[in-house]
């Protein structure tokens, strides 16, 4: 069974850094692509950042790129996702997921995800 868990997450003041991990299990992922989303409440979950298994080419939404770094581990079965110049607005439970194929930052085209991590940036 596929096994996706984060860490990482916690209260940060605003101009803060915070790393998550994602520790995946299960099967071999080195083919897989990876990706970390976001859901505030009452909003949408919403694409941040993702990581090809081939090249690790990397794609990042606008509101994060230049502040946010994702990478994998040497096993490729992690994941890390590097925060720094944290806002408010970045407050969310974030999940990490896989899909193999393309990198996309559509969410309905993850086959895997975690359970999610709580980061909340205070102003």
């Known amino acids: 069974q596929v096994q996706l868990v984060e860490s990482g997450g916690g209260l940060v003041q605003a101009g803060g850094s915070l790393r998550l991990s994602c520790a995946a299990s299960?099967?071999?992922?080195?083919?897989?692509?990876m990706g970390w989303f976001r859901q505030a409440p009452g909003k949408e979950r919403e694409f941040v950042a993702g990581?090809?298994?081939?090249?690790?080419?990397?794609d990042y939404a606008d509101s994060v790129k230049g502040r946010f770094t994702i990478s994998r581990g040497n096993a490729k079965n992690t994941a890390y996702l590097q925060m720094n110049s944290l806002k408010p607005d970045d407050t969310a439970v974030y999940y990490c997921?896989?899909?193999?194929?393309?990198?996309?930052?559509?969410?309905?085209?993850?086959?895997?995800w975690g359970q999610g991590s709580q980061v909340t940036v205070s102003s």
């Open positions: 997921a896989t899909k193999r194929t393309v990198l996309t930052r559509d969410a309905g085209a993850y086959d895997h």
């Open positions: 299960g099967r071999t992922f080195v083919f897989y692509n």
């Open positions: 990581i090809g298994w081939k090249d690790a080419v990397t």
